[in-house]
């Protein structure tokens, strides 16, 4: 340990992704040291297994920049190490002696369909977002161990928001790619998701329809406008209200358009449909508006079969043995400051306080931000060099991590025998996974083939 070592505070923060990175970068510049567990390989977090790999250039400007933060001598990173698997909750806050412990581990659970019992035909005819985004990203790895999935025509996604619009996409270059190939055509992913479906047909001479695929199809429990592609500004005039309805609804009807995708609106999953003991479809109920909720509506149910149902209706965080949960979220006493009920000096910042699963970290979007959405995630006009949505998502962040530097104000620094402890600790988990330093970490566990 340094002579700068000595007299300081030092914070474990878990997770590495954008909220985790940033809390290491503002606390470090505060003269905090930082251990950061992560529990994967890389800490890219949903950049790399959330966010579909057609964003090829804003994946490489996001690991960069989470590498700039955690490349840091006062970082000291711990990947393969999950807490509440290599690293018990209560030991980490009890036992080890951190000034202050943040929970920065996103939300990578998804949230059940509301359907009883459907959890039984999971990977029988029914597959969740999150294994779903995670293998299209890998799956062409030679290392890839995971579940592989068949994407089959007439798939059916139950969603309405960014990730479901993802899935969707998802869904159809599969389709389309196989279907193109099958013809003698070499198509690709990036292709189809730059140009469109219609578009890399017309350029092969082909009408889509000739193809011969029955189109995925995305239920959503309320109307377009009220899909939450787009953010009401705060405290909204009824003419902000319209336009930001407008934005969804071209939103909807661009990917309609451009990937060939259809949409059934009002409609919510009542039930499953099973035939020897696979799930061959839902039974939907219609419903109305009201309100703002999605009421029922009697004797309008109807049965819809499919090979696939794909559930992308929201993630929320993981269960981790010794964390309580209020709900589906950990037991926070104050959301806004992040603080965890029952343990002084343990604060939860980004998706895991929200419940939140997308890469934009639950800030507010403004009618600004819509448009950059349009532009920057579905690629309908020029496109930033870095997204704001990112840097939007960064700066909620850095506002929350205030409660935690005022929290580690009011306690003394650690000595230089507890700073020790701790590194020490550190050390042997570090030694017992093969991790010297960071760069080479990085370069040691990145896929030769990682697209």
């Known amino acids: 340990m340094s002579s700068h070592d000595q007299g300081r505070h030092v914070a474990a923060v878990v997770g590495g992704a954008i909220a985790g990175s940033v809390a290491a970068e503002v606390l ?55 807490l509440g698997r290599d690293i018990d909750f209560r030991e980490l806050i009890e036992q080890w002696g951190f000034s202050v412990v943040l929970l920065a581990n996103g939300a990578w659970k998804d949230r059940p369909l509301p359907v009883e019992g459907i959890d039984e035909y999971v990977c029988k005819g029914l597959v969740y977002q999150n294994p779903l985004i995670y293998w299209f990203n890998h799956k062409n790895e030679k290392s890839y161990t995971g579940p592989r999935y068949e994407i089959q025509p007439g798939t059916i996604v139950i969603g309405g928001g960014l990730a479901s619009i993802d899935v969707v996409k998802v869904i159809q270059f599969e389709l389309y790619e196989k279907a193109l190939c099958a013809r003698g055509i070499d198509t690709s992913m990036l292709e189809l998701e730059h140009k469109g479906v219609p578009a890399v047909c017309a350029s092969h001479q082909i009408d889509p329809g000739e193809l011969m695929i029955d189109d995925c199809t995305l239920y959503y ?139 934009m970290i639950s800030q507010k979007h403004s009618q600004q931000l819509s448009r950059r959405i349009l532009e920057n995630y579905l690629g309908l006009g020029p496109r930033d060099t870095v997204s704001p949505l990112f840097e939007n998502g960064e700066e909620v962040v850095r506002q929350k991590l205030e409660p935690v530097k005022a929290a580690i104000q009011k306690k003394p620094p650690l000595s230089t025998a507890q700073i020790s402890c701790i590194l020490e600790r550190v050390q042997r988990r570090q030694r017992e996974i093969g991790y010297k330093n960071y760069r080479d970490w990085i370069k040691k566990v990145t896929p030769p083939d990682l697209e």
């Open 28 to 82: 470090t510049s505060a003269g905090v040291l930082c251990v950061v567990l992560e529990q994967n390989d890389r800490p890219y977090g949903k950049i790399e297994d959330g966010l579909p790999r057609w964003h090829v250039k804003q994946r490489k400007l996001e690991y960069e920049r989470i590498d700039s933060r955690l490349d840091h001598p006062c970082v000291h990173f711990l990947p393969r190490t999950r």
């Open 221 to 359: 429990r309320r109307r377009a406008v009220d899909m939450p592609l787009a953010q009401f500004p705060e405290n909204a005039s009824q003419e902000q209200i319209e336009k930001t309805q407008a934005v969804r609804k071209k939103i909807l009807t661009r990917v309609m358009e451009k990937y060939r995708v259809r949409f059934k609106e009002c409609h919510a999953p009542v039930g499953a449909l099973v035939e020897n003991g696979r799930l061959v479809g839902l039974r939907f109920i219609q419903t109305r508006v009201e309100g703002g909720k999605a009421v029922p509506l009697p004797g309008s149910e109807l049965e819809v079969y499919t090979s696939l149902v794909v559930s992308s209706i929201g993630s929320i965080p993981e269960l981790i043995p010794g964390i309580e949960m209020k709900g589906e979220l950990y037991k926070f006493s104050d959301p806004e400051t992040g603080e965890y009920m029952g343990c002084e000096g343990v604060f939860g910042i980004g998706n895991v306080v929200t419940g939140q699963g997308n890469i």
